[in-house]
DNA sequence: ACTATGCTCGTACGCTGTACGATAGTCAAG
DNA sequence: CTTGACTATCGTACAGCGTACGAGCATAGT
């Protein structure tokens, strides 16, 4: 037994350890640097070791998703519902700006985790304690989700970070694609966004709270 | 010349072709069905040829994520703004849905092809015309692509495509793996969606409105 | 006739996921 | 102490991947 314990906290393999590392290895080189000998190997171990632990790549990758599921945090329960719904978004957002190979794999990963489902338990159960009728909820818990995911997926595929390298690239990369003749308004557009400053934080929660206080009026106020 | 234009349209490769074949079988097979080799078989030639028209398989999957922008009507001209973006909105999410590997690409994918550029140019008119300042031009268009693509991406993974489906599955698989005790909102909201019936359009119809009344009052009525 | 150019594709290399079977360590029953 | 079952590890092998390289061919220009 305590064998047993050192072993899965040492050199030893679990499942845990085996995603963990996949996440982690994700993180730095993308999914597609993710192949089942490359994880192995960070873990100082044969390729086929995995399986032991994973059923196929397929398993491997839903059961990183749930892990990024793992670090969103769920809506507080002590303040009102739309600071709840904000922080837990809020949330999301910088998971996902972390681990911004999740967003690709959810098109094609359709059964929930655990993490997932207790995460949607607990958002439904926010919103419903709020006041909203079981239909609408689910249209809030969906519209919220569409906005968070749609947001990442959009920044995941920004080829800058910071609003100084949007500015470089604007001038470099992006106006330069753009005849001022084909393209008036992007012109106008780029310029103005350069002038102003970019900031991905501030976007978010520009669309974010829009969308609550359009949320608002379509409670049932207790 | 008109040998070049025969060959083009009969037997011959080009570029088009390639990519449309390509779209096809993504269509058919999923974005992992689509191998070199597998699509220059149906296209009867051999996986090198292909070579020719592209250099490589980023850019093929950039040029099939173009020719789905290609798809998506522009919002037409001369109606009210919200009647316009509604209709792009619409289209684009008709569009996303007969392609739903392409939602998954776009993560990967950060520069923009000629339709995709062209469409963004007509939508920021739009916007533009209806009286919405620079910036708030940008933020409203922003805002209404995450919708587009957040609510694509949600409705990519469900594992059904219509009411009775759900129905199905929500009886057979999810209410399965929901305790009452663990998950009683889940629980709450999936009753409550088998009795309505749930239909996509709809939900999308009901989230964009939302957002398009939102950002009404953020334009300067002329 | 000769050369150049554009297109097609066979072969090969280093990668991938993983099926299969061999190996060794642990432990309970005889 | 031996035996058999079970768990964990991994070497090997196979089919399939993207694509570098270069050979072969038809056509166009000189």
């Not at 749609?150 to 920004?158: D, I, M, P, R, T």
């Not at 103005?192 to 991905?200: E, F, N, T, W």
Request: hydrophobic residues 45%; contains cysteine; glycine residues 6%.
């Amino acid at each position: 037994m305590r064998k047993q314990r050192q072993v899965a906290s040492d050199a030893g393999l679990s499942k845990k350890r085996v995603v963990v590392e996949a996440v982690r290895l994700a993180d730095r080189e993308g999914v597609d640097g993710l192949s089942m000998r490359r994880l192995a190997g960070a873990l100082g171990a044969g390729a086929m070791s995995l399986y032991h632990y994973v059923a196929s790549k397929e398993e491997l990758l839903d059961a990183m998703i749930d892990v990024v599921f793992e670090e969103i945090e769920l809506p507080p329960e002590e303040t009102d519902w739309q600071s709840a719904m904000r922080r837990r978004a809020v949330s999301a957002r910088q998971v996902l700006a972390r681990h911004p190979w999740a967003i690709g794999l959810m098109e094609s990963r359709t059964s929930p985790g655990p993490a997932h489902l207790r995460h949607r338990e607990a958002v439904t159960a926010c919103l419903r304690r709020a006041g909203f009728p079981v239909l609408m909820a689910t249209h809030a818990n969906w519209l919220l989700d569409v906005y968070v995911y749609g947001f990442a997926l959009q920044e995941a595929s920004l080829p800058f970070d910071t609003a100084d390298e949007f500015a470089d690239m604007a001038e470099d990369v992006f106006l330069p694609q753009l005849p001022p003749d084909e393209f008036p308004y992007l012109n106008e557009s780029a310029a103005a966004l350069v002038a102003a400053g970019y900031d991905p934080a501030e976007e978010f929660i520009f669309g974010l709270d829009l969308i609550l206080a359009a949320l608002e009026p379509l409670r049932a106020s207790a």
